[in-house]
């Protein structure tokens, strides 16, 4: 059985894309790819509710160049009751939940695109100390990962040009939490397009996909895996299992919450340094590392930093405040705004008691600021040294998070 969604019976997407109003008014926003000639539509989240869930919930990524629908993706999953609720147990299919980064592939202008949720040409990267593109990485692992009917590398000359494809790519060079040995594309759906109209290809591909089973019917099979993961009876290197309705099209997630532990230690930030700082505050850093021990020799180097970036603010403190050697203004610009505020400490905190700023001090407020001050401060070195004391010494710069 296959679902099919006619994108146009919600929304005009000729208008869509010339009008911002209409766009905004039926909850989407358009970006324009000005290169490929291309547009991707998605849903806003903040307009997102489970009574349309089954038409703005299908703008998860959605490209087009105006005249047709190009590439389309798994729309916005349900929850999870109001899934089981409205789902017959023959209706219902179970798969895993896989853990990657979600690449499109589609066919235009004679050539196999690729796209990531927000962007075409997949030319970006997540993490910003990685030297690979979601490009350079997806071609990588469909030209090793095998086709699961025929049990033969994947070519791009066996793709329907009339279809699109939605992968998770899955990358050593990639990881979240699960640490993958070999890179792997794992297809999840195909698409017929029709001008506005798309018609899911179920293959035998999604049957290809072990997931536990203890009963017979799926929907008490689903509610015995959800009960599972709240037992905490999975390790952490399996994501979640996902539900879909072969009907409706909906789907829902059970997720695992010791994958989602580790995940959330990792946090959303492209940054590494940003990551270690914000664990060093949450006393997290020997556990992170217990998950991640390849990221040690960087937690050494942020370490290293922290530490001689801690001792020159306190010898410059000490410098300007208590020997009085030099004026403010003639100290570096990334020490001279934590100088001010380490005085300002002792003159309404410390000195009315007869105390004084120490090097104990100057370490409790350096583990006390917002991991992105402290990047700036740390890291300003390797910027242009273009110095602005007006603005260095600004109140509104001083308070700036």
């Not at 020490?335 to 090097?359: A, G, I, V």
Request: aromatic share 16%; glycine share 2%; with cysteine.
């Amino acid at each position: 059985m296959s679902t099919c969604f006619d994108y146009s019976t919600y929304l005009d997407i000729p208008k869509a894309i010339l009008n911002k109003d209409y766009a905004t008014e039926k909850g989407i926003v358009v970006r324009h790819f000005k290169h490929y000639g291309l547009y991707i539509i998605k849903y806003m989240k903040t307009q997102l509710c489970e009574d349309n869930i089954i038409t703005l919930g299908k703008f998860r990524s959605v490209i087009t160049d105006g005249e047709k629908i190009l590439s389309s993706s798994p729309g916005k999953s349900c929850n999870f009751l109001k899934f089981i609720e409205d789902t017959n147990s023959e209706d219902c299919d179970i798969e895993n939940f896989f853990e990657g980064t979600m690449i499109n592939l589609f066919y235009h202008n004679n050539n196999w695109e690729l796209a990531t949720k927000g962007t075409i040409g997949g030319k970006n990267k997540f993490f910003q100390d990685s030297p690979y593109t979601f490009r350079y990485l997806f071609l990588d692992a469909f030209n090793k990962s095998l086709n699961p009917i025929t049990n033969e590398l994947w070519t791009l000359d066996e793709l329907d040009k009339d279809c699109s494809y939605t992968f998770i790519l899955q990358h050593p060079h990639n990881r979240i939490v699960v640490p993958f040995e070999n890179p792997e594309c794992c297809l999840i759906r195909k698409y017929k397009l029709d001008t506005w109209k798309v018609t899911e290809v179920l293959t035998p591909e999604y049957h290809n996909q072990i997931v536990p089973s203890v009963y017979d019917d799926k929907i008490q099979n689903a509610l015995k895996l959800e009960e599972d993961f709240k037992n905490k009876i999975f390790k952490y290197d399996i994501k979640g299992f996902m539900l879909y309705n072969k009907v409706t099209g909906i789907r829902t997630k059970i997720r695992n919450p010791n994958y989602e532990y580790v995940a959330k230690l990792k946090g959303n930030n492209p940054k590494l340094q940003y990551s270690y700082y914000l664990l060093k505050q949450n006393n997290k850093i020997n556990e992170y590392l217990y998950y991640y021990p390849h990221d040690k020799p960087l937690f050494d180097l942020y370490r290293k930093e922290l530490y001689n970036y801690t001792n020159i603010l306190w010898s410059n403190y000490h410098d300007c405040y208590i020997k009085h050697n030099k004026k403010l203004k003639e100290y570096p610009y990334e020490y001279r705004n934590h100088m001010y505020f380490l005085h300002q400490y002792y003159l309404n905190e410390l000195k009315p008691y007869k105390k004084y700023n120490s090097l104990s001090s100057v370490i409790n407020y350096i583990n006390n600021l917002h991991p992105s001050r402290l990047m700036y401060s740390i890291n300003y070195h390797h910027r242009d040294q273009k110095k602005d004391i007006t603005k260095s010494l600004s109140p509104n710069f001083i308070n700036k998070e």
